[in-house]
């Protein structure tokens, strides 16, 4: 091929590495000659519950449809959240997962010339989509694998257009708590906006974690994430959402592309927000694997950071990878997270009682033999 076409792209596009999801289990099992079946997934923090009984209704009836576009403006889906969230619909914007809500913010704020602030440590696609903008990513380091909330408003200059925060965060299962997300709010000037990605929000119990609802009537340049993938059980369907000021969420449905949320995940999203016993239930499911991995650990004489979100960060304070590979020859998928810059660690999703008890009856094995 004579033309270069990286060398066409824009300067943020050629810098940017693949985004690199949880290995497939279908991938694993072509490599390694493994039976599907006997590989248990531990990767990409889905919700190991299975879609509820609600959701699977709901897709069969709007099966016979598929021959039409989806409502481009999500109509009955965003009632249905501003029905849940007591806000107006006008501040609901939809997105193809909420990673989509993170590429809008970037396209519509962000630029050459401009940065966006966000932690060591935190989620991928914050300097992924700031630099295929070609905005400057500002990466300010983390305070025990965490949000340093201080040294972030420190980093806010006056081509600062966007801070993203993630409340827990993702790979490290770190958060803060209501008053220091007041204090950095009332701190960030308003010309700046801040997205708080609140993607494992719904496994919060009580008071653990601030809700950033709670914040939008005084903070008018405050984003809030949240997405159906993890708790709600519909990663497969990528649908999520942001609530803004309605003057945000109109700048983002400009940029939004047309019908980005398709028919079923629509139907799905609004069978899902309306099953509570579901949601109890992934809660449920949640807590009891976290504690059963966190007594198996620590019966390993492993250290991990304590988490909000339904995976754990287990540090083998040595280069993880083998680690990770024997894991892979045993038929168990985890995450390294070698590329958020933590070589040491393995991030692993909460699973079901059977599935985590693999986890550990094969790491036990891996560890025993070096």
Same mark, same amino acid.
């Given at each position: 091929?004579?033309?270069d ?5 824009l ?18 099992a ?9 590989? $248990?997934? &531990? #990767?990409?923090?889905? *919700? @190991?519950? +299975? ?5 699977? =209704? ?21 009632q ?57 990513g ?5 305070r ?18 966007? $801070?993203? &925060? #993630?409340?827990?965060? *993702? @790979?490290? +299962? ?5 008053? =220091? ?6 701190a960030?000037p308003?010309?700046?906006?801040v ?60 940029v939004?592309q ?16 309306q099953?509570?016993?579901y ?11 976290m504690?059963?991995?966190?007594t +198996? ?29 024997a ?10 997270v070698a ?16 599935e985590?008890?693999?986890f ?11």
């Amino acid at each position: 091929m004579s033309c270069d076409f990286l060398a066409l792209a824009l300067p943020g596009v050629q810098k940017l590495s693949p985004y690199v999801p949880g290995k497939p289990v279908e991938e694993l099992a072509r490599e390694l000659n493994l039976d599907p079946a006997g590989i $248990v997934k &531990l #990767a990409s923090n889905e *919700n @190991p519950l +299975g879609p509820g009984s609600k959701v699977l =209704a709901a897709i069969q009836a709007a099966l016979p449809e598929l021959t039409r576009y989806p409502d481009g403006n999500g109509f009955a889906l965003k009632q249905a959240l501003a029905s849940r969230y007591q806000v107006s619909a006008a501040q609901v914007t939809l997105g193809n997962g909420s990673n989509d809500i993170l590429d809008l913010v970037a396209r519509a704020w962000l630029a050459p010339g401009l940065n966006a602030v966000f932690s060591q440590f935190a989620f991928a696609v914050y300097p992924i989509a700031t630099q295929a903008v070609g905005a400057e990513g500002r990466a300010v380091p983390a305070r025990e694998h965490g949000h340093d909330l201080d040294a972030m408003l420190a980093a806010i200059d006056e081509n600062t257009r966007v $801070v993203f &925060l #993630a409340n827990p965060n *993702n @790979p490290t +299962g770190t958060w803060f708590d209501a008053a =220091a997300l007041q204090r950095f709010l009332a701190a960030v000037p308003e010309r700046v906006l801040v997205v708080l990605d609140e993607a494992y929000i719904e496994y919060a119990q009580g008071g653990d974690l601030p809700d950033g609802l709670d914040f939008l009537p005084r903070f008018p340049n405050l984003i809030v994430s949240r997405t159906f993938s993890k708790a709600y059980g519909l990663a497969a369907l990528r649908v999520g959402y942001a609530l803004s000021s309605p003057q945000i969420a109109d700048v983002l449905n400009r940029v939004r592309q047309p019908f980005n949320v398709n028919s079923l995940a629509l139907t799905a999203a609004i069978a899902a927000l309306q099953d509570d016993d579901y949601l109890a239930a992934s809660r449920q499911l949640n807590d009891a694997g976290m504690l059963q991995l966190e007594t +198996g650990l620590r019966a390993l004489g492993l250290r991990w950071i304590p988490s909000k979100g339904n995976f754990i960060a287990v540090d083998f304070a040595r280069d993880a990878a083998p680690i990770n590979q024997a894991l892979l020859r045993a038929g168990v998928i985890v995450r390294p997270v070698a590329g958020y810059g933590m070589p040491s660690f393995l991030r692993v999703s909460i699973g079901t009682g059977a599935e985590n008890s693999r986890f550990l009856s094969a790491l036990a094995e891996v560890l025993k033999h070096g």
